[in-house]
């Protein structure tokens, strides 16, 4: 009884990685699944959104070399 008991858990903890990877692997489910949520966390970029994140950049840039100028200034008077 014992032996059988024992063969049946090393069955189990064999064959249940292998099953997972296996199932996780087919070129199916990866498409229907894993693409799809992709498209959801990250869309495909749109030009509005596109230009708004560029819009955003400039600004940041110019306002991060005005701060440099006006830190040169400061120090060329000291």
Known sequence: ???KIE???MMLYLSFP?????I??????FEEYIVKRKREIFPPDESL???ELED???RMRLRKE???QKEMSLESKN
């Open 1 to 3: 009884m014992g032996v």
């Open 7 to 9: 063969m049946f858990r």
């Open 18 to 22: 292998v099953t997972m990877f296996w």
């Open 24 to 29: 996780s692997n087919q070129a199916e489910y």
């Open 49 to 51: 959104h596109r230009k």
């Open 56 to 58: 955003f950049k400039e």
């Open 66 to 68: 005005q701060r440099l």
